[in-house]
Structure formats: structure tokens, C-alpha cells
């Protein structure tokens, strides 16, 4: 009997507990999905690629970020190596993207590619890409096209590699291929090894990954995002 009344009290306590923490979650209207922890936001949904009709070349780059408004974009070819050259020396405020392949905003990933650069010296400010390490996952980076409209895309991964590991074709691949992806890419430039051991190691690769979560179209769709 006595174990009888026992088991009644904890199972009416028990219930009074549920009912109390039920009442909170109604309230603050944050439920956590299974595996995934209170309070923490998921990635930004991908947004479908633009369709090839409306394609458009890039013209400027925004990554609020990092301070970088309407930077100018140049189109661009591979190397010999199969690897996105940089804009030329005299060009820090560029960036150059592979005309080859995906415009930014189409199926598969476009390819950005801009010069490395200390902090230091009179033209450092200029460099686009010069703190590119520092973007972070879910950080957005704009893209303006010709036609007025702009892709907008959220980093997903930031990545360093030696340069002589480096895999031009597994880097510049989509992760997925029925997104609209953006590669961010800058090469420390050190191609000669003995300038790299007295910089103090193999050259670098940095690569930025991002995808397509917003599209803003441009006059001719009114400017509202879709």
C-alpha cells in the first residue's frame, strides 16, 4: 500500500513538471528540432540557381564583412596549371572571375579569384581579398550582375592548402551540383620555393565556399528579392 501511494505522488509530480515546461516553450515560442541545440540557427536555405536565359556577367563584389563595397570584377582565364590567375599586380582592387565557366548565380560554382597582401604599405587597403581568412560560416557575400540584379550567396567553409597539394578540380567543383555556389580564391603568390622558405613555409591557398540564398532582381523584375 505504501508503495502504492508512493508511485501515485511521483507520477502527479511528474506531470505537474511536464505540464510547467510545456507552458514555457508555448510561451517563448522556441521549440529545438530533434538534434538540433535550443536556441542555435540552422544554414540559410539554398535558393534555387537563376535560369540560364537570365544569365548575366558580375560587375562588383560586396562582403560587408570585410569592409569591401562594389569592388570591380574582370573576367578572367586559367593558367597553364588549370589554376584562376590573379588580377595583374597593378590591379589590387579587382577581382577577377573565370569567364569559362558558371556566371554567379547559375548552376555550379563561380570562380573569384583576387591577389594576397599584407597590411602594410601604402596600397595594402586596396587589396580585396588581403583579410579573406577572417569571413566566418553564414557571413554573405553580394554579387552584382550587369543586368542590375544581385546574387547573394552565405559562406559555408573556409579552407587554407598547400599550394603544391592544391586540386584545382576537386576545389573548383560544386559540393552540390544542383546549386548555384561561389568560390572565393587567393593565392599567396610565393610560386618559387626558395622565396617560400624564407617567407617561412609552402605557399598558400585560401577558399572561400559559399551558396546562393537569395536573389534580388534587377529593373526589370523591380528589385524585390524572390
Not at 562582403?63 to 569592388?71: D, H, N, Q, S, Y
Not at 599584407?118 to 553580394?142: E, H, M, N, W, Y
Not at 592544391?166 to 548555384?180: K, T
Amino acid at each position: 500500500m505504501a508503495w502504492a501511494v508512493l508511485l501515485l505522488g511521483l507520477w502527479l509530480w511528474g506531470r505537474d513538471l511536464a505540464d510547467g515546461v510545456a507552458a514555457q516553450l508555448a510561451t517563448t515560442g522556441d521549440v529545438a528540432a530533434v538534434g538540433r541545440p535550443l536556441g542555435r540557427q540552422g544554414p540559410a536555405q539554398a535558393h534555387a540557381p537563376v535560369p540560364a536565359s537570365a544569365a548575366a556577367d558580375p560587375v562588383g563584389l560586396t562582403i560587408e564583412a570585410l569592409g569591401v563595397r562594389a569592388a570591380g570584377i574582370a573576367a578572367h582565364d586559367l593558367d597553364e596549371n588549370g589554376l584562376l590567375a590573379p588580377p595583374p599586380p597593378a590591379s589590387p582592387d579587382v577581382v577577377g572571375w573565370y569567364a569559362g565557366g558558371p556566371q554567379p548565380g547559375e548552376t555550379g560554382a563561380a570562380l573569384l579569384v583576387g591577389r594576397a597582401g599584407a597590411d602594410r604599405g601604402s596600397g595594402a587597403g586596396r587589396i580585396v581579398f588581403r583579410r579573406l581568412t577572417g569571413l566566418k560560416p553564414g557571413q554573405r557575400v553580394d554579387v552584382r550582375r550587369a543586368d542590375g540584379s544581385t546574387a547573394r550567396f552565405t559562406v559555408e567553409d573556409v579552407r587554407l592548402y598547400d599550394r603544391d597539394r592544391f586540386d584545382p578540380h576537386r576545389v573548383y567543383a560544386p559540393h552540390d551540383r544542383g546549386r548555384s555556389e561561389l568560390r572565393l580564391i587567393v593565392d599567396d603568390g610565393r610560386h618559387d620555393g626558395a622565396l617560400a622558405r624564407r617567407e617561412g613555409g609552402p605557399a598558400k591557398v585560401v577558399v572561400v565556399s559559399a551558396y546562393l540564398t537569395s536573389f534580388q532582381a534587377g529593373n526589370a523584375g523591380e528589385g524585390r528579392e524572390s
